[in-house]
């Protein structure tokens, strides 16, 4: 085994043994929310290998959301089974979404989709008799508990168990994600992004490809918002607004886009640092916006890139 692997295996115990080093549970929700931003940066970054920058990331996370709750509190359906409903769901409707869209680019694209996003959340608000309106859905029950023979069950009242199943989805996208991008299809639309008209002269189907990412990106929000509203037991349109889509673009710049780790190091450092912020609440969104704007100044690759910078040259050094 390589020493990636070795830290990577590391890592992975680390995270597995925090909640029995911790018994502050406010820490675990940090590290639920931190993995739920993590998911949605993924899959943002891949659609955004295409060169497309979709602006209705959170439109996508409400209707996974929405439809696992409904499916739940509605027609009684357990959470085991609304949650890949919500995910497939949430990913037909990516597809029937980017099939027209995809097909015009830069700002154009990004309106379209900011659009779509800004049509969905109003739907939440005006249809108050399915989605609740403004005052959105409350008193969500927690997933079915996990029955395990001559062990008992794992039942979901407490943030631990989120935990772990929100690591395990993790690590599901983290894999799928890592094998789609260094794949035929991760080349293609690495092509893609670099130029399209060249990428199809060699015969790369650039419309699949783009619908596809969009499409597998659109799956992993909904996973996301369906563990969400049972996570939080309430849902609003205030929860998947125009902010929040951009806000998932942010921790990729500052991350550093077209890598794996840029939108893992993004999705950290900017879920961590509000935190740390704390202290000094009144300055809290200056001191945030001047972290991100020296970081995009001095680190235009974002903070994976510095990381690959600095390294290469001690490496060279060594």
């Known amino acids: 085994?390589?020493?990636?692997?070795?830290?990577?295996?590391?890592?992975?115990?680390?995270?597995?043994?925090?909640?029995?080093?911790?018994k502050d549970l406010y820490h675990i929700h940090i590290l639920i929310v931190t993995m739920f931003h993590i998911i949605l940066a993924l899959g943002l970054n891949f659609v955004m290998n295409t060169a497309q920058v979709p602006l209705c990331q959170a439109a996508f996370v409400?209707?996974?959301?929405?439809?696992?709750t409904l499916l739940v509190m509605r027609l009684n359906f357990s959470f085991w089974l609304s949650l890949p409903i919500a995910g497939i769901l949430t990913g037909i409707l990516g597809i029937i979404?980017?099939?027209?869209?995809?097909?015009?680019?830069?700002?154009?694209?990004?309106m379209a989709t900011f659009a779509f996003g800004e049509i969905i959340r109003l739907l939440f608000i005006g249809w108050g008799g399915l989605f609740g309106g403004a005052n959105g859905i409350s008193a969500i029950p927690s997933p079915n508990p996990i029955p395990i023979p001559f062990l008992g069950q794992i039942e979901f009242?407490?943030?631990?168990?989120?935990?772990?199943?929100?690591?395990?989805?993790?690590?599901?996208?983290?894999?799928i994600i890592y094998r789609l991008t260094h794949s035929r299809i991760g080349r293609a639309c690495t092509a893609i992004r670099e130029s399209d008209l060249l990428a199809q002269c060699t015969g790369i189907d650039i419309m699949g490809y783009k619908v596809f990412a969009f499409a597998v990106n659109s799956f992993f929000a909904g996973i996301v918002g369906g563990i969400y509203a049972h996570y939080f037991?309430?849902?609003?349109?205030?929860?998947?607004?125009?902010?929040?889509?951009?806000?998932?673009?942010v921790f990729i710049v500052m991350g550093g886009s077209g890598t794996i780790g840029g939108p893992i190091i993004g999705?950290?450092?900017?879920?961590?640092?509000?935190?740390?912020?704390?202290?000094?609440?009144?300055?809290?969104?200056?001191?945030?916006?001047?972290?991100?704007?020296?970081?995009?100044?001095?680190?235009p690759q974002g903070i994976m890139g510095l990381w690959v910078k600095v390294s290469g040259r001690f490496a060279k050094a060594g």
């Open 157 to 175: 009242e407490t943030k631990v168990p989120y935990y772990y199943f929100t690591l395990v989805v993790l690590t599901l996208c983290l894999i």
């Open 97 to 110: 979404v980017g099939l027209p869209t995809l097909r015009i680019k830069g700002i154009y694209f990004a």
């Open 233 to 249: 037991h309430f849902i609003g349109p205030q929860d998947f607004t125009f902010w929040q889509s951009v806000e998932y673009l």
């Open 1 to 22: 085994m390589s020493k990636k692997g070795f830290y990577l295996i590391g890592l992975y115990l680390f995270l597995l043994c925090i909640p029995l080093f911790t």
């Open 62 to 68: 409400g209707i996974g959301a929405y439809t696992s």
């Open 267 to 299: 999705s950290i450092f900017l879920t961590f640092l509000p935190e740390f912020l704390r202290m000094a609440v009144e300055f809290q969104v200056v001191l945030y916006g001047l972290a991100l704007i020296l970081v995009l100044l001095f680190m």
